[in-house]
């Protein structure tokens, strides 16, 4: 079955300190695979895909992930966070073909001073 | 408008009445999506309309959930007889041209959501 899966429910970082994010994936196929951010009282904002070619994929607000399909993850990362980067963090994993994209629950992430 | 918008923005109501939520995607995109988001919970599809095609359902929880979206721009999801495990936040969204997921111009864009919350 597909599933995605965010073994971190919150995480604190340091301003200033790099983050990463995990998400592993389940699918039987090469998956399209999505990064989004939820920040307080705002609505989801795509920050960045995957779903061909270059394994390490550039986003938007610093951020970075990179596919690996021998480990079934596409982490997030960011090498210097900024307190504004506090916010949630969804994985998702999804095809062409219909749409039938299924999220992860969520990474909660605080940056602490 | 500039972003999708939702209204209500926040919605009590009684256990057995019927909520109708209210999404207006941005001008000009061809799809829309609903998706509910419980507490603790990832972000559950619902529904997916694209143009004037059939809507895709199969996310929808029970009979007791339908959507319409009316001369292909906005959507109302109505939720008849709402239950207690219904309350969550309703998101929507829009994208510019059919979900592919690898196209530039299907990025979905969210609107604020509506939180439901029945008693």
């Known amino acids: 079955a597909q599933s995605v899966t965010q073994p971190d429910i919150h995480i604190t970082v340091s301003e200033g300190a790099s983050l990463e994010l995990r998400c592993n994936y389940s699918?039987?196929?090469?998956?399209?695979l999505f990064w989004y951010v939820q920040s307080p009282g705002q609505g989801l904002q795509l920050l960045l895909k995957?779903?061909?070619?270059?394994?390490l994929v550039q986003g938007i607000k610093g951020f970075e992930a990179e596919f690996k399909r021998s480990q079934s993850s596409f982490n997030l990362r960011k090498p210097s966070v900024h307190w504004s980067d506090a916010a949630e963090y969804f994985c998702?994993?999804?095809?062409?073909?219909?749409?039938?994209?299924?999220f992860g629950a969520g990474t909660r992430l605080f940056v602490k001073a | 408008g500039a972003g999708v918008s939702q209204s209500p923005s926040n919605k009590v109501t009684e256990k057995g009445k019927d909520v109708e939520l209210r999404c207006d995607p941005i001008?000009?995109?061809?799809?829309l999506y609903w998706y509910r988001q419980s507490l603790g919970q990832g972000l559950e599809f619902l529904i997916y309309?694209?143009?004037?095609?059939?809507?895709?359902k199969s996310g929808l929880p029970s009979d007791r959930f339908s959507a319409e979206r009316t001369g292909g721009s906005v959507s109302t999801l109505t939720i008849q007889r709402t239950q207690q495990e219904d309350s969550a936040v309703y998101l929507c969204?829009?994208?510019?041209?059919?979900?592919?997921?690898?196209?530039?111009?299907?990025?979905?864009?969210f609107g604020p959501g509506t939180r439901l919350t029945v008693l």
């Open positions: 969204a829009s994208s510019l041209t059919p979900w592919t997921g690898k196209s530039r111009t299907d990025t979905q864009y």
């Open positions: 699918y039987g196929a090469t998956p399209y």
């Open positions: 995957y779903f061909s070619g270059d394994t």
């Open positions: 998702a994993v999804g095809r062409s073909g219909g749409f039938k994209t299924i």
């Open positions: 001008s000009g995109h061809t799809a």
């Open positions: 309309f694209q143009g004037n095609s059939a809507p895709d």
